[in-house]
């Protein structure tokens, strides 16, 4: 069950937004929300940015309401944490929770993506 967490660094008060707690992330779901291309593309430039980003500073080829399906699934499976810093919806990557959860899943996701972009020229 996805519990309402506020994140270290959000404004007291200021909207909460369901994350599953890490004993609740499961493997099967975070290899879902890693399958899609755009989800895919979300959390190699958050694992770039070494820290956080809103979500504007993320650019997909996508909706706006799409966009936020994509990091509603990220956010659900406990890829990622999201919270509002003012207006701004921030995004992170878990990777403290992932890593202890799945260790060296994340890095080799990322190098995987890295080396298909690389070989089909999308760098």
């Known amino acids: 069950m996805p519990t309402d967490t506020t994140s270290p ?5 200021s909207r909460a937004l369901a ?3 890490r004993e609740e992330i499961r493997l099967a779901g975070v290899l879902h929300a890693l399958a899609d291309p ?3 593309r979300v959390v190699c430039r958050l694992a770039a940015a070494e820290g956080e980003l809103n979500c504007a500073d993320i650019e997909l080829p996508v909706s706006k309401s799409t966009c936020t399906h994509h990091f509603r699934v990220l ?8 919270f509002y810093r003012g207006t701004a ?3 992170r990557l878990r990777t403290a929770d992932l890593e202890t959860l799945f260790p060296g ?3 080799d996701v990322l190098r995987a993506a890295d080396l298909q972009a690389c070989r ?3 760098e």
């Open 38 to 40: 755009m989800r895919l």
């Open 9 to 13: 660094g959000a404004v007291p008060g």
């Open 105 to 107: 899943l994340i890095d």
């Open 19 to 21: 994350h599953p707690a």
């Open 75 to 82: 956010r659900e499976h406990g890829v990622i944490e999201q």
């Open 89 to 91: 919806k921030m995004n």
């Open 120 to 122: 089909l020229g999308e």
